[in-house]
């Protein structure tokens, strides 16, 4: 836990992850763009974002928000949520909260839609935070999920442990393993009597070796450690190598999707 309250304690580490997705997906389609495009929202409708992060959803598709939608955004870390009405300035409308998924501070049946997106495998007591949303969603309203799959970014780990066998990139297939697209229905047909999964196909082709880097030190609060100044060097040598054999590039697999649940 202490490891996550510091990789989100402002949206410093999250711009890193999203800037290489930005530039090297192979999916020309925006991720947020996308997404927003898969949410069937009514007018009028009161809409709960949990875990909303520095806001780049809402910032991407700010033209799209109708003036009539009720929205809460909402995060963990006061740091991150600072962050987000930092960037949503021309989004007056939308208030901004500090909440716990585990105890939301609202009556039952409040909400027409609630989002979670990839946050729920974060969630210490996910049953518990389940029962919450479910709790604040009015009968009909939906869920809107997004999450990861066991294969996602799994060549992040690969290169890791090839370099050396000490280091891994083990959340990505540990956060899919808690609350991924192999495992959410299960959990959220606990609680949600339709559940539907969409998936979003693409991939990283990255060419150089600087934004791997980036990325990977952006993931681990201790691989700045891990990788002293010397160990570094050897690490940029040893991916300009794999980058060689493999046509110029690094290439990685991602494996994303959405679950709506009614």
């Known amino acids: 836990m202490e490891e996550l309250i510091e990789q989100y304690h402002n949206a410093s580490n999250l711009e890193a992850r999203i800037k290489l997705h930005e530039l090297y997906s192979l999916n020309k389609k925006d991720w947020f763009t996308w997404l927003f495009e898969q949410y069937q929202i009514d007018s009028g409708s009161k809409l709960l974002e949990l875990g909303c992060g520095d806001g780049t959803f809402w910032a991407k598709n700010e033209q799209l928000i109708p003036n009539d939608w009720n929205v809460v955004l909402s995060d963990f870390s ?6 987000a009405q930092r960037k949503l300035t021309n989004l007056p409308a ?5 909440i716990n998924i585990e105890s939301i501070p609202y009556p039952d049946n409040s909400f027409d839609i609630v989002a979670a997106n990839f946050m729920l495998y974060h969630v210490e007591n996910r049953k518990k935070g389940l029962q919450e ?3 604040v969603l009015k009968p009909g309203g939906k ?11 799994m060549e992040f780990g690969t290169l890791l442990s090839e ?3 000490s280091l891994d990139f083990s959340s990505a297939a540990n956060n899919a393993k808690a609350f991924g697209l192999e495992s959410g229905t299960a959990q959220l047909k606990l609680y949600f009597s339709k559940v539907e999964l969409k998936l979003f196909a693409d991939g990283l082709k990255i060419p150089d070796v600087e934004p791997v880097i980036a990325y990977l030190l952006s993931t681990h609060t201790n691989l700045k450690d891990q990788l002293t100044v010397r160990k570094l060097t050897e690490f940029r040598l040893f991916l300009e190598e794999k980058k060689k054999k493999d ?3 690094i290439r990685i697999t991602k494996a994303s999707g959405l679950f709506e649940a009614q």
Request: proline residues 3%; glycine residues 12%; charged residues 20%.
């Open 133 to 135: 949303i479910r709790r």
């Open 163 to 165: 370099f050396d066998p």
């Open 78 to 83: 006061s740091g991150m949520l600072a962050d």
């Open 94 to 98: 939308i208030q901004f909260e500090q």
């Open 247 to 249: 046509g110029g590039f």
């Open 143 to 153: 869920l809107y999920a997004a999450t990861i799959g066991e294969q996602h970014l």
